[in-house]
C-alpha cells in the first residue's frame, strides 16, 4: 500500500503540466514540492513559519521555480496573484521536528477557504489529515467545513485505512468545470 502523501500526489497529478502554478501549504522538508518539481511544473509557491526548516529545506532543494514565504499559509492571498492548478497540505506538524509546532484548525480551515479561491476550474487540492491527539480537533473542523461545500461547484472525495483507528487520511478537492463565482 502506497502512503497516504503518495496518494496525495497521485490525486494532483491530472492537474500538473508544464504551465502548472502550485501551492505547497506546508512545505516542513519539502517531499511536496519536490513531488510537484518532479512533475515539471513552471513554479511552486511554499509556505512554511519555521525559518530553520524552511531555510534548509530551500538549501536542499535549490530550485528557482520555488518562491518560499516564511509565513502562516492562511496569508495565500497577500502573496499570490495568480490561479493555481494544485495545491496541498499536510496538516500535523514537521516530521523529524518538535511536535509542540503544528497546524492549528481555524487557520488551515482560512488557508483551505483561501486556497479554493485561487484554484482554477479543474485544480485539484489535496489535504492530508493526521488525526493524532492534537490533530483530531483538526481534522473534524476541516471535514465539516469541507462537507459543506457546494457538489454542484467541488466534488470532495475522501481516502482512509477503516481498520486502523487514527490513521493519516487523504481529502481530495477538485473545483467543477463549470464553477462560476
Known amino acids: 500500500m502506497r502512503s497516504m502523501v503518495d496518494e496525495s500526489h497521485l490525486f494532483l497529478k491530472p492537474a500538473l503540466h508544464r504551465h502548472a502554478a502550485c501551492v505547497d501549504a506546508t512545505l516542513g522538508h519539502g517531499k511536496d514540492t519536490a513531488f510537484f518539481l518532479s512533475e515539471g511544473v513552471q513554479k511552486v509557491f511554499a509556505f512554511e513559519i519555521q525559518e ?58 482560512i488557508a483551505i477557504q483561501k486556497g479554493l479561491k485561487l484554484l482554477k476550474r479543474k485544480g485539484r487540492m489535496a489535504l492530508v489529515l493526521y488525526p493524532h491527539p492534537s490533530g483530531k480537533e483538526e481534522a473534524k473542523c476541516i471535514e465539516k467545513y469541507v462537507q459543506s461545500l457546494s457538489a454542484s461547484l467541488y466534488t470532495v472525495v475522501q481516502y482512509k485505512q477503516l481498520n486502523k483507528e487514527d490513521s493519516p487520511y487523504l481529502i481530495g478537492i477538485e473545483k467543477k468545470e463549470g464553477y462560476h463565482e
Open 52 to 109: 530553520n526548516i524552511l531555510q534548509n529545506t530551500m538549501k536542499k532543494l535549490k530550485n528557482p521555480k520555488v518562491q518560499a514565504f516564511c509565513q502562516g499559509h492562511e496569508t495565500m492571498d497577500t502573496l499570490i496573484f495568480e490561479s493555481i492548478d494544485a495545491m496541498i497540505f499536510n496538516f500535523g506538524y514537521c516530521p523529524q521536528e518538535d511536535p509542540s509546532i503544528c497546524t492549528q484548525a481555524n487557520t488551515s480551515v
